[in-house]
């Protein structure tokens, strides 16, 4: 029964929302979408052009009965979503506030999804990686956003990636990194000999010359560990520097969704303590995984993605990390069916949003890549989704069993 009720709702929903001709002004009283809403006002309502300087203005965020509104500072964020029409931003409080519910902190972001039209698969990867071995996942919540009294669509809240008690829970002395192909000028970088691209020290801000020491010693003793050729089936030595259980279920989530950045090219996060081991996550960033990028056969559920980075490839040659790949992929394998209920239920749940944020950017009739197929209703991209997933799902079980 309930699985017919879905598909009657979303059937209303294609009729309320697949004409690409539909207005495109929207009022705050037309924002009916039973989701919390965030309204933004910009100083003399300036608009936000800059992803380096913040611009002072105040937030009021409206969740179920409860309001609260404070100062914020706020500024652009994102590397090509940045070039889009529908930006995604970075949010400082003044004082820290448990938004959402979750615990007080001032950091915050407002992810876009506009290159998602499901805009579900940060959302979905969130989800697995909350069910996994990984010890953060950033908590998140998709909100209405009214930026400068306009309406500006659907986001996702989220709690941004840092080390803190309620996030990672490292000490002051650790290291928050990540592998960062896109590094920016003036950030704390340095370069591992078969890693492709730098590694970032994205906290501290500021390093000692000891400290920057340490952890680029760490890093390289580690690389030439893994392509030393006595030691690529003596598990025992990687295991001293790597923390198993963090690497075999990030590689797993990312490789179900063959994300495109998780070969090691950016949003890859990693974080140390001294005297521990290296541990991958959190997860970030999936609007173009699950099968959401026509190049180099992202958008086949056939093929490894992530195994054809350098050190997971080095990793797979130990048998002991491949049974402990086979073991948990078959715990996220043994999970598909709720998986595949949280799609179905944020689906849902965002009916009447999708609505407002397609009147809005006509998301789901635009091309955002060459050779992208565009479905332009809703349900057809929730299901061409989830379709691809199953099928993925079935290729990779395949494919370890082998193993």
């Known amino acids: 029964m309930k699985k017919l009720l879905v598909i009657v709702f979303m059937i209303g929903f294609i009729v309320a929302c697949g004409d690409k001709n539909a207005h495109t002004t929207m009022t705050i009283q037309d924002i009916k979408a039973d989701l919390p809403i965030v309204f933004i006002n910009t100083e003399k309502e300036k608009d936000i052009t800059s992803r380096t300087i913040y611009q002072r203005a105040i937030l009021k965020f409206e969740n179920d009965s409860s309001v609260f509104e404070d100062t914020v500072f706020i500024k652009g964020r994102g590397n090509s979503s940045w070039r889009k029409p529908k930006k995604s931003y970075r949010l400082k409080l003044k004082r820290k506030a448990a938004l959402l519910n979750y615990d007080k902190d001032k950091s915050w972001v407002l992810i876009s999804n506009y290159k998602d039209k499901t805009m579900l698969r ?189 050190w997971f490839d080095q990793l797979f040659h130990s048998p002991i990390f491949v049974a402990k790949i086979k073991e948990r992929f078959n715990y996220f394998y043994n999970h598909k069916a709720d998986i595949m209920l949280e799609i179905n239920t944020q689906a849902n749940q965002l009916n009447k949003a999708i609505c407002n944020n397609e009147k809005k950017w006509h998301i789901l009739y635009t091309d955002e890549m060459p050779d992208d197929t565009t479905l332009k209703q809703y349900n057809k991209e929730v299901k061409w989704m989830k379709k691809w997933l199953d099928k993925r799902f079935e290729w990779l079980r395949a494919e370890f069993n082998k193993l």
């Open 122 to 310: 940060n959302h979905i990867a969130f989800y697995m990686s909350s069910i996994s071995n990984l010890e953060y996942t950033p908590k998140s919540q998709f909100v209405e956003l009214v930026l400068n009294n306009q309406y500006y669509g659907t986001y996702q809240l989220c709690e941004r990636i840092k080390i803190d008690k309620h996030r990672i829970n490292i000490s002051k002395d650790g290291y928050l990194l990540e592998i960062d192909g896109k590094a920016k000028k003036g950030e704390t970088t340095f370069r591992v000999e078969h890693l492709r691209h730098p590694v970032n020290i994205k906290e501290p801000s500021y390093i000692s010359n000891n400290k920057l020491k340490y952890i680029i010693d760490y890093f390289r003793e580690l690389d030439h560990i893994l392509y030393t050729p006595e030691n690529q089936t003596t598990f025992e030595q990687w295991e001293k520097y790597l923390d198993v259980d963090s690497f075999v279920d990030w590689y797993l989530i990312n490789e179900i969704a063959k994300n495109v950045d998780a070969n090691f090219h950016t949003s890859c996060f990693m974080y140390l303590e001294p005297g521990g081991k290296l541990k991958m996550g959190p997860i970030w960033d999936f609007d173009r995984a699950f099968g959401n990028n026509p190049r180099k056969d992202l958008d086949k559920p056939n093929g490894f993605h992530v195994r054809r980075n350098t």
